[in-house]
Structure formats: C-alpha cells, structure tokens
C-alpha cells in the first residue's frame, strides 16, 4: 500500500494529460491541421494512455474489493468504452467535418461524465444524487 498514492497521483495526471490532448486534437483536426492526427502525436497518445492503463491495472490490483462493490468501476469501464469509440470517430472515422465534431462533443460530454463516476465514486457520478 506504499505505492498507492505514487500510482493515483500518476494515474490522475495522465487522466488529465490524457484528456487534455485529446480535446487538443480534436479541436485541431476540426481545424485541417495535420500534425494532430501525425505518426508522432498517435504515438504519443498511445504512450500516455499506456501508462494511464498500466497504472489503472495497478490500482485495481492493490486496493481492497470492496471499494469497487457499488459498481462505479464498471460504469467508468462501460463509459470508456464509449468514450473510445466516440473519440475514434472524432478524430478519423467521422466522415465529415460536423460528423467528427457531433463524436468530439460526445467524447468530451463522456469523459466528463467518467470523470464524475471516478470523483464521486458512484456509477450515476454527478447524476447519482
């Protein structure tokens, strides 16, 4: 347990990282620029949401089963999946320009909620009264 505020302080810092370059991207593709979607900026997402994985994993493994027991870890677990899928459309599947910013704003709206889910540690987050 000597590692868990190590591994929820980088967890939380790669969420932010995470999002925050997301949501750059996105803005930036629905702009025509091309550096957002280049060989180097995927591999640095893939990097970041790497480590926020792995750090994830760990926190699952190291906290007691309990705290996960109301089915918040599930929601955040169906939401990222949606927030994936969403997010690939906002940057590159989406056909169109309205198309990927309509997935954009869903992803953003989904990850806000995920977040909520985690902060508040219920599977309705902020919805949950």
């Known amino acids: 347990m000597e590692i868990y505020p190590w591994v929820k302080q980088l967890h939380i810092a790669t969420v932010?990282?995470?999002g925050s370059l997301?949501?750059?991207?996105?803005?930036?593709?629905?702009?025509?620029a091309s550096w957002a979607m280049s060989t180097a900026t995927r591999?640095?997402?893939?990097?970041i949401d790497t480590v926020l994985l792995l750090?994830?994993?760990i926190l699952v493994t190291i906290l007691p089963a309990t705290v996960f027991a109301n089915g918040w870890l599930t929601a955040k677990l169906?939401?990222?999946?949606?927030?994936?899928?969403?997010?690939?459309?906002?940057?590159?599947?989406g056909r169109t320009r309205a198309v990927r910013l309509g997935f954009l704003t869903v992803a953003v709206a989904v990850f806000s909620?995920?977040?909520s889910v985690a902060l508040t540690h219920h599977p309705l987050g902020i919805f949950g009264g």
Not at 22 to 32: H, M, P, S, T, Y
Not at 43 to 47: G, H, I, N, V
């Open 16 to 18: 932010v990282i995470s």
């Open 22 to 32: 997301f949501l750059i991207r996105g803005v930036a593709v629905q702009a025509g």
């Open 43 to 47: 591999y640095l997402s893939y990097s």
């Open 55 to 57: 750090s994830a994993l």
């Open 78 to 93: 169906v939401l990222l999946v949606a927030y994936i899928v969403a997010g690939s459309y906002a940057l590159k599947r």
């Open 113 to 115: 909620v995920m977040l």
